[in-house]
């Protein structure tokens, strides 16, 4: 239960600490974190050829040539499949009523922004970002949540994660990494960026929990508003994150030459 996965010291005071509190919190419970090479497989079997698929893993996506069309359709999938889990949840968590509210909405809290990092995961492994949290033993490095910190902002909608994930992505097209940029993330000019989403996310984190109790003061009806209030906001949360990534350079087809020949250093 998240309650106990983070700790009231870790909560700490602020809201940036707040909500990176939650981030840690809601990567460490079971399921959130997914399998890079193992979900490209699955999300591209349906559209993709083995070689193309294979090509996607060992690179990326864009680098496998894999159409925006199909990149799009394996997202859709995604968005609904984790929006029908996370609504299903939270109206779950929304039956018991008054009584066990202390309980159940740290919980609810944790499982949305849980799903919030699944999705975020699913579409930057489809549009051609490195790894991110496929390792269930590491702990995330500063790298890993700023980035996290950037997506979940984007979803909510902040301009200043938009521009500041175009500049790590890139950063990452320029040396077509397969890790994500440290200093970009934890010294450079993205990191203040970083830390005042942060703060945002915090804040806002606060009005949505104020939002769930309410929602869940009644039985049965509770259950019912929460599971919509979470379908109301999860959806277009996640469709502005795919947009997004899918609007940047790092997703687009790579050319590959094939069958090339190369004379006098050139490529014939």
């Not at 997202?75 to 202390?102: C, D, H, W």
């Not at 949360?237 to 087809?253: E, G």
Request: proline share 5%; with cysteine.
């Amino acid at each position: 239960m998240y309650l106990l996965a983070v700790t009231a010291k870790e909560m700490g005071e602020s809201p940036e600490s707040r909500f990176t509190a939650l981030l840690v919190g809601a990567a460490r419970l079971p399921g959130v974190r997914i399998d890079r090479d193992a979900y490209l497989r699955s999300a591209l079997s349906r559209y993709c050829t083995e070689d193309d698929i294979r090509r996607a893993i060992d690179g990326t996506p864009a680098v496998a040539n894999i159409s925006p069309e199909i990149l799009d359709r394996a997202a859709n999938e995604s968005i609904r499949y984790e929006t029908a889990k996370v609504s299903a949840l939270s109206a779950a968590a929304g039956i018991p009523g008054l009584l066990f509210l202390p309980a159940t909405v740290p919980a609810d809290m944790a499982q949305y922004f849980g799903h919030l990092l699944r999705i975020a995961q699913k579409l930057a492994y489809l549009y051609s970002w490195p790894d991110l949290l496929s390792d269930d033993g590491d702990e995330l490095d500063d790298a890993t949540k700023g980035v996290l910190t950037l997506f979940v902002g984007v979803m909510f909608g902040t301009r200043s994660a938009n521009a500041a994930v175009g500049k790590v992505a890139g950063e990452i097209s320029k040396t077509v990494a397969r890790k994500l940029p440290q200093k970009a993330l934890t010294h450079g000019v993205v990191y203040p960026v970083v830390k005042k989403v942060a703060g945002y996310l915090g804040v806002q984190m606060t009005k949505q929990t104020f939002a769930k109790t309410v929602a869940k003061a009644i039985p049965v009806v509770g259950a019912v508003v929460s599971g919509g209030l979470t379908l109301a906001t999860y959806l277009p949360m996640a469709t502005r994150l795919k947009k997004h990534l899918a609007s940047l350079d790092l997703t687009k087809p790579k050319p590959r030459v094939t069958d090339a020949r190369v004379i006098d250093g050139e490529v014939a």
